[in-house]
Protein backbone atom coordinates (compact mmCIF):
# COMPACT_ATOMS: atom_id res chain seq x y z
CA UNK A 1 0.00 0.00 0.00
CA UNK A 2 1.31 3.04 -1.27
CA UNK A 3 1.96 5.82 1.74
CA UNK A 4 4.16 8.26 0.64
CA UNK A 5 4.51 10.39 -3.05
CA UNK A 6 4.08 8.30 -6.24
CA UNK A 7 6.59 8.68 -8.10
CA UNK A 8 5.80 6.52 -11.01
CA UNK A 9 2.25 8.60 -11.60
CA UNK A 10 3.68 11.67 -11.79
CA UNK A 11 6.39 10.80 -13.90
CA UNK A 12 6.25 12.36 -17.12
CA UNK A 13 3.74 9.92 -19.12
CA UNK A 14 5.26 10.17 -22.74
CA UNK A 15 8.29 8.10 -20.89
CA UNK A 16 6.10 5.45 -18.85
CA UNK A 17 3.59 4.63 -21.98
CA UNK A 18 6.80 4.34 -24.63
CA UNK A 19 7.48 0.56 -24.62
CA UNK A 20 5.83 -0.96 -27.67
CA UNK A 21 7.00 -4.14 -25.71
CA UNK A 22 8.97 -5.62 -29.04
CA UNK A 23 11.27 -7.94 -26.60
CA UNK A 24 14.31 -6.67 -28.68
CA UNK A 25 16.09 -6.06 -24.86
CA UNK A 26 15.39 -9.41 -23.71
CA UNK A 27 18.50 -11.26 -25.03
CA UNK A 28 20.37 -7.84 -23.77
CA UNK A 29 19.41 -8.37 -19.99
CA UNK A 30 21.44 -10.48 -17.80
CA UNK A 31 18.55 -10.87 -15.27
CA UNK A 32 16.71 -11.92 -17.68
CA UNK A 33 19.14 -14.04 -19.39
CA UNK A 34 19.53 -16.02 -16.40
CA UNK A 35 16.13 -16.77 -15.76
CA UNK A 36 13.77 -16.79 -18.49
CA UNK A 37 11.01 -15.31 -16.46
CA UNK A 38 9.56 -11.98 -17.96
CA UNK A 39 8.71 -10.59 -14.85
CA UNK A 40 12.87 -10.35 -14.34
CA UNK A 41 13.06 -8.44 -18.22
CA UNK A 42 12.84 -5.04 -18.71
CA UNK A 43 9.62 -5.12 -20.65
CA UNK A 44 8.04 -7.24 -18.13
CA UNK A 45 9.20 -4.67 -15.23
CA UNK A 46 8.10 -1.40 -17.58
CA UNK A 47 5.02 -3.32 -17.75
CA UNK A 48 4.54 -3.41 -14.01
CA UNK A 49 5.90 0.31 -13.80
CA UNK A 50 3.22 1.30 -15.81
CA UNK A 51 0.60 -0.45 -14.06
CA UNK A 52 1.52 1.41 -10.74
CA UNK A 53 1.71 4.34 -12.69
CA UNK A 54 -1.91 4.12 -14.11
CA UNK A 55 -3.55 2.68 -10.75
CA UNK A 56 -4.00 -0.68 -11.98
CA UNK A 57 -2.01 -2.83 -9.48
CA UNK A 58 -0.58 -1.81 -6.00
CA UNK A 59 2.71 -1.47 -5.13
CA UNK A 60 3.41 -4.79 -3.28
CA UNK A 61 6.75 -5.89 -1.82
CA UNK A 62 6.75 -8.21 -4.73
CA UNK A 63 7.47 -5.49 -7.09
CA UNK A 64 9.73 -3.47 -5.33
CA UNK A 65 12.22 -6.34 -4.83
CA UNK A 66 11.92 -6.51 -8.54
CA UNK A 67 13.49 -3.72 -8.71
CA UNK A 68 15.86 -4.02 -6.93
CA UNK A 69 16.75 -7.70 -8.65
CA UNK A 70 17.49 -5.41 -11.58
CA UNK A 71 21.05 -4.14 -11.96
CA UNK A 72 20.28 -0.85 -12.98
CA UNK A 73 22.78 -2.03 -15.75
CA UNK A 74 20.56 -0.10 -18.30
CA UNK A 75 21.88 -2.71 -21.33
CA UNK A 76 18.17 -2.29 -22.26
CA UNK A 77 18.33 0.97 -23.22
CA UNK A 78 21.23 0.24 -25.76
CA UNK A 79 18.99 -2.19 -27.61
CA UNK A 80 15.56 -0.27 -27.13
CA UNK A 81 15.02 0.93 -30.70
CA UNK A 82 11.96 3.15 -29.13
CA UNK A 83 14.61 4.83 -27.12
CA UNK A 84 12.65 3.79 -23.99
CA UNK A 85 13.66 6.19 -21.24
CA UNK A 86 14.41 3.34 -18.69
CA UNK A 87 17.06 4.63 -16.39
CA UNK A 88 14.60 7.19 -15.48
CA UNK A 89 11.79 4.82 -15.27
CA UNK A 90 13.89 2.66 -13.09
CA UNK A 91 14.51 5.19 -10.46
CA UNK A 92 11.72 6.32 -9.79
CA UNK A 93 10.17 2.87 -9.70
CA UNK A 94 12.83 2.77 -6.76
CA UNK A 95 11.93 6.07 -5.29
CA UNK A 96 8.17 4.41 -5.09
CA UNK A 97 9.57 1.48 -3.66
CA UNK A 98 11.28 3.26 -0.73
CA UNK A 99 8.19 6.16 -0.21
CA UNK A 100 5.40 3.20 -0.15
CA UNK A 101 7.26 1.56 3.03
CA UNK A 102 6.51 -1.85 1.23
CA UNK A 103 10.59 -3.19 2.10
CA UNK A 104 10.82 -1.29 5.82
CA UNK A 105 12.47 -3.22 8.42
CA UNK A 106 14.78 -2.50 11.23
CA UNK A 107 18.17 -3.69 9.46
CA UNK A 108 17.23 -2.41 6.08
CA UNK A 109 16.07 0.90 7.59
CA UNK A 110 19.18 1.23 9.89
CA UNK A 111 21.64 0.38 7.01
CA UNK A 112 20.02 2.66 5.04
CA UNK A 113 19.89 5.96 7.49
CA UNK A 114 23.35 5.23 8.35
CA UNK A 115 24.65 4.45 4.61
CA UNK A 116 22.89 6.80 2.07
CA UNK A 117 21.11 9.24 4.46
CA UNK A 118 23.87 10.13 6.71
CA UNK A 119 27.48 8.76 5.37
CA UNK A 120 27.08 9.84 1.82
CA UNK A 121 25.56 12.97 2.28
CA UNK A 122 28.71 14.38 3.67
CA UNK A 123 32.04 13.46 2.31
CA UNK A 124 33.74 14.80 6.15
CA UNK A 125 31.79 11.72 7.53
CA UNK A 126 32.88 9.74 4.94
CA UNK A 127 37.17 10.35 5.05
CA UNK A 128 36.46 9.95 9.22
CA UNK A 129 35.38 6.41 8.65
CA UNK A 130 38.11 6.08 6.09
CA UNK A 131 40.43 7.41 8.27
CA UNK A 132 40.04 4.52 10.81
CA UNK A 133 39.30 1.93 8.34
CA UNK A 134 42.78 3.09 6.55
CA UNK A 135 44.68 2.96 10.58
CA UNK A 136 43.03 -0.42 10.95
CA UNK A 137 44.32 -2.18 7.62
CA UNK A 138 47.86 -0.46 7.91
CA UNK A 139 48.47 -1.45 11.40
CA UNK A 140 48.06 -4.76 9.85
CA UNK A 141 44.93 -5.78 12.31
CA UNK A 142 42.84 -6.89 9.20
CA UNK A 143 45.28 -9.03 7.81
CA UNK A 144 46.12 -10.61 11.54
CA UNK A 145 42.37 -11.25 11.54
CA UNK A 146 42.04 -12.51 8.26
CA UNK A 147 45.06 -14.82 9.02
CA UNK A 148 43.71 -15.76 13.07
CA UNK A 149 40.92 -17.79 11.40
CA UNK A 150 38.16 -15.84 14.06
CA UNK A 151 36.43 -14.58 10.37
CA UNK A 152 35.45 -18.28 9.95
CA UNK A 153 33.26 -18.18 12.80
CA UNK A 154 30.92 -15.43 10.95
CA UNK A 155 27.88 -16.27 9.22
CA UNK A 156 28.89 -16.91 5.56
CA UNK A 157 27.32 -13.64 4.07
CA UNK A 158 29.49 -11.37 6.53
CA UNK A 159 32.55 -13.16 5.41
CA UNK A 160 31.50 -12.55 1.64
CA UNK A 161 31.32 -8.78 2.34
CA UNK A 162 35.02 -8.55 4.74
CA UNK A 163 36.16 -10.20 2.10
CA UNK A 164 35.23 -7.46 -0.12
CA UNK A 165 36.51 -4.91 2.02
CA UNK A 166 38.44 -2.03 -0.38
CA UNK A 167 41.66 -0.88 0.67
CA UNK A 168 42.01 3.17 1.78
CA UNK A 169 44.69 4.66 0.05
CA UNK A 170 47.31 6.48 2.21
CA UNK A 171 46.31 9.85 0.75
CA UNK A 172 43.11 11.22 -0.61
CA UNK A 173 43.05 13.06 -3.90
CA UNK A 174 43.62 16.48 -2.07
CA UNK A 175 47.17 15.13 -0.49
CA UNK A 176 47.78 14.07 -3.73
CA UNK A 177 46.49 16.80 -6.46
CA UNK A 178 46.94 20.51 -5.98
CA UNK A 179 43.80 22.95 -6.35
CA UNK A 180 45.65 24.35 -9.55
CA UNK A 181 47.57 22.11 -11.68
CA UNK A 182 48.66 24.49 -14.81
CA UNK A 183 48.91 22.73 -17.95
CA UNK A 184 52.30 21.50 -19.41
CA UNK A 185 53.35 23.16 -22.53
CA UNK A 186 50.64 25.78 -22.98
CA UNK A 187 47.46 26.35 -21.78
CA UNK A 188 44.19 25.32 -23.93
CA UNK A 189 41.69 24.74 -21.81
CA UNK A 190 40.31 25.08 -18.60
CA UNK A 191 38.42 22.59 -17.12
CA UNK A 192 37.22 21.36 -13.26
CA UNK A 193 38.06 17.76 -11.73
CA UNK A 194 35.71 16.18 -9.76
CA UNK A 195 37.34 13.43 -7.25
CA UNK A 196 34.03 11.39 -6.47
CA UNK A 197 33.31 9.88 -2.87
CA UNK A 198 34.27 6.05 -2.54
CA UNK A 199 36.56 6.99 -5.71
CA UNK A 200 38.64 9.71 -3.52
CA UNK A 201 39.11 6.95 -0.37
CA UNK A 202 40.02 3.97 -2.31
CA UNK A 203 41.18 5.24 -5.97
CA UNK A 204 42.53 8.77 -5.09
CA UNK A 205 45.61 7.37 -7.43
CA UNK A 206 42.95 7.20 -10.50
CA UNK A 207 42.32 10.91 -9.74
CA UNK A 208 45.68 12.37 -9.51
CA UNK A 209 46.28 10.40 -12.83
CA UNK A 210 43.65 12.06 -14.26
CA UNK A 211 45.01 15.04 -13.14
CA UNK A 212 48.45 14.71 -14.97
CA UNK A 213 46.77 13.42 -18.11
CA UNK A 214 44.69 16.52 -18.33
CA UNK A 215 47.47 18.50 -17.66
CA UNK A 216 49.79 16.88 -20.17
CA UNK A 217 47.04 17.91 -22.98
CA UNK A 218 46.79 21.22 -22.75
CA UNK A 219 43.98 21.82 -19.54
CA UNK A 220 44.43 23.77 -16.15
CA UNK A 221 42.95 21.86 -14.22
CA UNK A 222 41.03 23.14 -11.00
CA UNK A 223 40.34 20.27 -8.38
CA UNK A 224 38.62 22.14 -5.16
CA UNK A 225 39.21 20.17 -1.75
CA UNK A 226 36.48 19.67 -0.59
CA UNK A 227 34.33 18.17 -2.37
CA UNK A 228 30.66 16.06 -1.74
CA UNK A 229 28.75 12.49 -3.66
CA UNK A 230 27.30 13.75 -6.89
CA UNK A 231 24.27 11.84 -5.40
CA UNK A 232 24.40 8.77 -8.30
CA UNK A 233 23.86 6.14 -4.93
CA UNK A 234 20.90 8.39 -3.61
CA UNK A 235 19.25 8.45 -7.10
CA UNK A 236 20.22 4.74 -7.73
CA UNK A 237 18.39 3.85 -4.22
CA UNK A 238 14.78 5.12 -4.34
CA UNK A 239 15.87 9.25 -2.50
CA UNK A 240 15.45 11.21 -5.56
CA UNK A 241 15.36 14.06 -3.11
CA UNK A 242 18.75 13.69 -1.14
CA UNK A 243 19.92 13.58 -4.82
CA UNK A 244 18.74 16.73 -5.69
CA UNK A 245 20.03 17.99 -2.41
CA UNK A 246 23.70 16.60 -3.18
CA UNK A 247 23.18 17.94 -7.11
CA UNK A 248 22.86 21.18 -5.73
CA UNK A 249 25.74 21.26 -3.65
CA UNK A 250 27.86 20.75 -6.67
CA UNK A 251 26.31 23.41 -8.86
CA UNK A 252 26.98 26.05 -5.65
CA UNK A 253 30.88 24.57 -5.92
CA UNK A 254 31.27 25.36 -9.27
CA UNK A 255 31.60 28.53 -11.46
CA UNK A 256 30.67 26.88 -14.57
CA UNK A 257 31.42 30.01 -16.71
CA UNK A 258 34.97 29.87 -15.77
CA UNK A 259 35.21 26.02 -17.09
CA UNK A 260 35.31 24.56 -20.47
CA UNK A 261 34.66 21.43 -18.74
CA UNK A 262 34.21 19.51 -15.67
CA UNK A 263 35.64 16.10 -15.88
CA UNK A 264 34.43 12.95 -14.19
CA UNK A 265 36.56 9.51 -14.49
CA UNK A 266 33.80 7.57 -12.89
CA UNK A 267 31.65 5.90 -15.70
CA UNK A 268 28.31 5.47 -12.94
CA UNK A 269 28.91 8.79 -11.32
CA UNK A 270 29.19 10.33 -14.89
CA UNK A 271 26.18 9.09 -16.25
CA UNK A 272 23.80 10.68 -13.16
CA UNK A 273 25.92 13.62 -13.05
CA UNK A 274 25.14 14.67 -17.05
CA UNK A 275 21.23 14.47 -15.77
CA UNK A 276 21.19 17.05 -13.68
CA UNK A 277 18.80 19.31 -15.77
CA UNK A 278 16.49 16.54 -15.38
CA UNK A 279 16.53 16.38 -12.01
CA UNK A 280 16.59 19.84 -10.84
CA UNK A 281 13.69 20.68 -13.83
CA UNK A 282 11.39 21.75 -10.88
CA UNK A 283 13.97 24.39 -9.24
CA UNK A 284 13.67 27.61 -11.00
CA UNK A 285 16.76 28.77 -9.54
CA UNK A 286 18.91 26.16 -10.14
CA UNK A 287 17.14 24.65 -13.80
CA UNK A 288 19.69 27.03 -16.10
CA UNK A 289 22.42 26.26 -14.39
CA UNK A 290 22.18 22.52 -13.93
CA UNK A 291 21.60 22.56 -17.91
CA UNK A 292 24.71 24.86 -18.09
CA UNK A 293 26.39 21.61 -15.91
CA UNK A 294 25.12 18.81 -18.24
CA UNK A 295 26.52 20.52 -21.14
CA UNK A 296 29.92 21.02 -19.55
CA UNK A 297 30.34 17.35 -18.29
CA UNK A 298 32.56 15.26 -19.69
CA UNK A 299 33.84 11.46 -18.83
CA UNK A 300 37.50 11.94 -19.17
CA UNK A 301 38.11 9.53 -22.22
CA UNK A 302 35.17 11.52 -24.30
CA UNK A 303 37.12 14.70 -23.41
CA UNK A 304 40.32 13.52 -24.83
CA UNK A 305 38.75 12.00 -28.06
CA UNK A 306 37.62 15.41 -28.25
CA UNK A 307 40.67 17.82 -27.77
CA UNK A 308 43.13 14.81 -29.50
CA UNK A 309 45.76 12.51 -27.17
CA UNK A 310 49.33 13.75 -26.81
CA UNK A 311 50.71 10.20 -27.50
CA UNK A 312 53.42 9.34 -25.49
CA UNK A 313 56.75 8.59 -26.52
CA UNK A 314 57.24 6.27 -23.01
CA UNK A 315 57.07 2.68 -24.04
CA UNK A 316 55.39 0.58 -21.57
CA UNK A 317 56.58 -3.95 -21.01
CA UNK A 318 54.89 -4.90 -24.08
CA UNK A 319 51.23 -6.44 -22.99
CA UNK A 320 47.88 -7.33 -23.69
CA UNK A 321 45.68 -5.72 -22.58
CA UNK A 322 41.43 -5.84 -22.50
CA UNK A 323 38.39 -3.47 -21.54
CA UNK A 324 35.61 -4.07 -19.36
CA UNK A 325 32.86 -1.52 -20.41
CA UNK A 326 31.43 -0.19 -17.16
CA UNK A 327 27.62 -0.21 -17.97
CA UNK A 328 27.05 3.28 -17.15
CA UNK A 329 29.77 4.82 -19.54
CA UNK A 330 28.19 2.63 -22.25
CA UNK A 331 24.70 2.02 -21.57
CA UNK A 332 24.35 5.42 -19.92
CA UNK A 333 26.78 7.51 -21.39
CA UNK A 334 27.02 5.69 -25.23
CA UNK A 335 31.05 6.03 -24.69
CA UNK A 336 32.35 3.01 -26.22
CA UNK A 337 34.97 3.94 -28.91
CA UNK A 338 36.96 6.73 -26.79
CA UNK A 339 38.65 4.07 -23.78
CA UNK A 340 39.07 1.85 -26.79
CA UNK A 341 41.05 4.36 -28.81
CA UNK A 342 42.77 6.20 -25.65
CA UNK A 343 44.07 2.42 -24.93
CA UNK A 344 45.78 1.97 -28.41
CA UNK A 345 47.60 5.11 -28.40
CA UNK A 346 49.99 3.47 -25.27
CA UNK A 347 53.21 2.18 -26.80
CA UNK A 348 53.43 -1.56 -25.68
CA UNK A 349 50.13 -2.10 -25.14
CA UNK A 350 48.17 -4.81 -27.05
CA UNK A 351 44.43 -4.44 -26.77
CA UNK A 352 42.35 -7.47 -27.34
CA UNK A 353 38.39 -7.16 -27.15
CA UNK A 354 36.81 -9.00 -24.59
CA UNK A 355 33.80 -10.71 -25.30
CA UNK A 356 30.82 -9.61 -24.03
CA UNK A 357 32.74 -6.23 -23.12
CA UNK A 358 29.87 -4.39 -22.04
CA UNK A 359 27.64 -7.54 -19.91
CA UNK A 360 27.20 -5.92 -16.61
CA UNK A 361 30.62 -7.46 -14.21
CA UNK A 362 27.89 -7.61 -11.02
CA UNK A 363 29.26 -4.24 -9.44
CA UNK A 364 25.98 -2.20 -10.61
CA UNK A 365 26.49 0.03 -7.55
CA UNK A 366 25.54 -1.86 -4.31
CA UNK A 367 24.29 -4.82 -6.34
CA UNK A 368 26.84 -6.95 -5.39
CA UNK A 369 26.47 -6.24 -1.71
CA UNK A 370 22.48 -6.76 -1.69
CA UNK A 371 22.01 -9.52 -4.44
CA UNK A 372 25.50 -11.60 -3.89
CA UNK A 373 24.26 -14.65 -5.85
CA UNK A 374 23.24 -13.00 -9.16
CA UNK A 375 26.24 -10.44 -9.03
CA UNK A 376 28.60 -13.34 -8.88
CA UNK A 377 27.33 -15.43 -11.52
CA UNK A 378 28.00 -12.09 -12.91
CA UNK A 379 31.46 -12.03 -12.19
CA UNK A 380 32.24 -15.58 -12.95
CA UNK A 381 31.00 -15.01 -16.56
CA UNK A 382 33.24 -12.13 -16.46
CA UNK A 383 36.52 -13.47 -15.53
CA UNK A 384 35.94 -16.31 -17.45
CA UNK A 385 35.80 -14.37 -20.50
CA UNK A 386 38.79 -12.13 -19.23
CA UNK A 387 40.80 -15.21 -19.15
CA UNK A 388 40.05 -16.16 -22.91
CA UNK A 389 41.37 -13.07 -23.88
CA UNK A 390 45.08 -13.99 -22.68
CA UNK A 391 45.68 -10.29 -21.60
CA UNK A 392 47.81 -9.37 -17.67
CA UNK A 393 45.84 -6.25 -17.55
CA UNK A 394 42.29 -5.47 -17.73
CA UNK A 395 40.99 -2.32 -18.08
CA UNK A 396 37.62 -0.16 -17.01
CA UNK A 397 36.58 3.09 -16.54
CA UNK A 398 34.82 3.04 -13.40
CA UNK A 399 35.40 2.54 -9.46
CA UNK A 400 32.69 -0.29 -8.66
CA UNK A 401 33.54 -2.35 -11.77
CA UNK A 402 37.95 -1.84 -10.67
CA UNK A 403 36.82 -3.04 -7.12
CA UNK A 404 34.63 -5.77 -8.28
CA UNK A 405 36.94 -7.12 -10.69
CA UNK A 406 40.05 -6.86 -8.43
CA UNK A 407 38.01 -8.63 -5.65
CA UNK A 408 37.27 -11.33 -8.11
CA UNK A 409 40.74 -11.66 -9.42
CA UNK A 410 41.90 -12.26 -6.39
CA UNK A 411 39.23 -14.24 -5.10
CA UNK A 412 40.27 -17.01 -8.12
CA UNK A 413 43.86 -16.45 -8.04
CA UNK A 414 44.22 -14.99 -11.31
CA UNK A 415 47.18 -12.89 -12.02
CA UNK A 416 45.56 -9.66 -13.71
CA UNK A 417 46.39 -5.94 -13.07
CA UNK A 418 43.36 -4.11 -12.80
CA UNK A 419 43.56 -0.46 -13.86
CA UNK A 420 41.60 2.76 -14.80
CA UNK A 421 42.32 3.26 -18.93
CA UNK A 422 43.76 6.41 -17.73
CA UNK A 423 46.66 4.97 -15.48
CA UNK A 424 47.95 3.34 -18.18
CA UNK A 425 48.27 6.50 -20.18
CA UNK A 426 49.25 8.70 -17.10
CA UNK A 427 52.41 5.82 -16.45
CA UNK A 428 53.17 6.04 -20.40
CA UNK A 429 53.98 9.76 -19.88
CA UNK A 430 55.83 9.03 -16.39
CA UNK A 431 58.00 6.51 -18.61
CA UNK A 432 58.49 9.02 -21.77
CA UNK A 433 59.75 12.06 -18.49
CA UNK A 434 62.33 9.51 -17.36
CA UNK A 435 63.41 8.55 -20.38
CA UNK A 436 63.88 12.81 -20.75
CA UNK A 437 65.55 12.88 -17.98
CA UNK A 438 67.92 10.54 -18.53
CA UNK A 439 68.60 11.29 -22.20
CA UNK A 440 69.71 14.82 -20.90
CA UNK A 441 71.80 13.23 -18.03
CA UNK A 442 74.43 11.08 -20.61
S1 LIG B 1 18.76 -2.27 -16.38
FE1 LIG B 1 19.88 -4.18 -16.89
S2 LIG B 1 19.04 -5.72 -15.46
FE2 LIG B 1 17.62 -3.96 -15.43
S3 LIG B 1 16.07 -4.43 -16.97
FE3 LIG B 1 17.64 -3.23 -18.05
S4 LIG B 1 19.06 -4.76 -18.90
FE4 LIG B 1 17.81 -5.80 -17.34
S1 LIG C 1 11.96 -1.49 -23.61
FE1 LIG C 1 12.32 -1.05 -25.78
S2 LIG C 1 13.25 -2.92 -26.59
FE2 LIG C 1 12.33 -3.47 -24.62
S3 LIG C 1 10.29 -4.22 -25.13
FE3 LIG C 1 10.07 -2.02 -24.69
S4 LIG C 1 10.27 -1.00 -26.67
FE4 LIG C 1 11.05 -3.08 -26.95
Redesign the pocket.
Known amino acids: MTTGPSYLKHLDYSVVQQCMHCGL?LP?????EATKVEGH??RG?IAMMRAIADERIEMTSTFAEEMYF????????TACPADVN?AEL?EHARAEAEASGVLRSGRRNLIRAFAIRWLFMDLRRMHRLGGVLRLYQRLGLQALLRRSGLLRLLPRRLRELEAMTPTICRQTSSDLIAPVTPASGGKKYRVAMLVGCAQDLIFSDVNRDTVEVLARNGCEVITPPHQQCCGSLHAHNGEIELARALAKKQIDQFPLDQFDAIISNAGGCGSHLKHYASLLAEEPSYRDRAAQWDSKLKDIHEWLAHTGIKTPKGKLTDQVVTYHESCHLAHGQKITSAPRQLLRTIPGLRLVELPESNW?CGSAGIYNLIQPEMANALLDRKLKHIATTGASIVATGNPGCLLQLVNGAREKGMPLEVVHPITLLAEAYRKEDRENTHDSKH
Open positions: CTCPTYSPRCLGCLACMYFC
